[in-house]
């Protein structure tokens, strides 16, 4: 039941959840990043904010292009008979997994607005920070609102489906 409520069942609905988690994350992540490249300054999250709409762009296309990887690395995990929170944790594992390999290059990239080999030289000790990162705020944060949009978004579909067939 719960997969059923709390996730999306159609694209529209993916559109609607793809879209909280997003700018959630990217709102959060982004400057908690980039206070950690830079420092915590007010400069260093004004700068944040200039970059977060090219920053969200790129979330957004990845999470369309790694979403089928994601979903075969989730697969291997776990099983149709396991929990709903075993699903969940799964999958933000495997999303995390993909999306932060991804941005610890691209977002740097878009966040220095250079193009230079410096991320690729410092993965290996800036992705652990920000896959950790990442995982806490999706999991934390971003996806248990979605999937709260997504339920009270379906009891109230649900709801006005009900009144109508019995109306």
Same mark, same amino acid.
Not at 32 to 51: P, R, Y
């Given at each position: 039941?719960?997969?059923?409520?709390?996730?999306?069942?159609?694209?529209?609905?993916?559109?609607?959840?793809?879209?909280?988690?997003?700018?959630?994350?990217?709102?959060?992540?982004?400057?908690?990043?980039?206070?950690?490249?830079?420092?915590?300054?007010?400069?260093?999250?004004?700068?944040?904010?200039?970059?977060?709409?090219?920053?969200?762009?790129?979330?957004?296309?990845?999470? #369309? !292009?790694?979403?089928?990887? =994601?979903?075969?690395?989730?697969? %291997? &995990?776990?099983?149709?008979? /396991?929990?709903?929170?075993?699903?969940?944790?799964?999958?933000?594992?495997?999303?995390?997994?993909?999306?932060?390999?991804?941005?610890?290059?691209?977002?740097?990239?878009?966040?220095?607005?250079?193009?230079?080999?410096?991320?690729?030289?410092?993965?290996?000790?800036?992705?652990?920070?920000?896959?950790?990162?990442?995982?806490?705020?999706?999991? #934390? !944060?971003?996806?248990?609102? =979605?999937?709260?949009?997504?339920? %009270? &978004?379906?009891?109230?579909? /649900?709801?006005?489906?009900?009144?109508?067939?019995?109306?």
């Amino acid at each position: 039941m719960e997969f059923h409520m709390k996730l999306p069942r159609n694209t529209k609905e993916f559109a609607l959840f793809l879209a909280v988690i997003s700018i959630i994350s990217v709102n959060i992540i982004a400057p908690l990043i980039s206070g950690f490249e830079a420092g915590f300054s007010l400069s260093v999250w004004a700068n944040t904010l200039k970059v977060i709409p090219f920053i969200w762009v790129a979330v957004v296309a990845l999470v #369309l !292009i790694t979403r089928k990887p =994601a979903e075969w690395l989730t697969s %291997k &995990f776990v099983k149709e008979g /396991d929990s709903f929170s075993a699903h969940i944790v799964i999958d933000i594992l495997c999303n995390v997994f993909f999306m932060s390999i991804c941005m610890t290059i691209i977002g740097s990239w878009i966040g220095t607005r250079h193009f230079g080999l410096e991320p690729l030289q410092m993965f290996f000790y800036k992705w652990p920070r920000n896959a950790a990162i990442s995982f806490c705020v999706e999991s #934390l !944060i971003a996806q248990p609102i =979605a999937r709260l949009i997504m339920l %009270k &978004f379906h009891e109230r579909k /649900d709801f006005k489906t009900q009144l109508v067939t019995e109306g």
